[in-house]
């Protein structure tokens, strides 16, 4: 289902995160992770797998 491959996305965000990806990449998993599941946006907001992100520009314009 839909929210399924959202939620895989939104894992491969956070793996990306972990490995130290630059803000894009991650931001860029997270927007298609929303596009599939809305919910996920106040998810990515408060997760503190992106808690080095979350005074990032590109990260607020796509989790808020």
Known sequence: SEDN??????????????SGSGVSDVVAKLALAIEGDS???????KDREFVKFFNDEAFKSTVE
């Open 5 to 18: 491959e959202a939620d895989a996305i939104y894992l491969s965000a956070i793996m990306a995160a972990r």
């Open 39 to 45: 919910s996920l946006k106040s998810k990515a907001s």
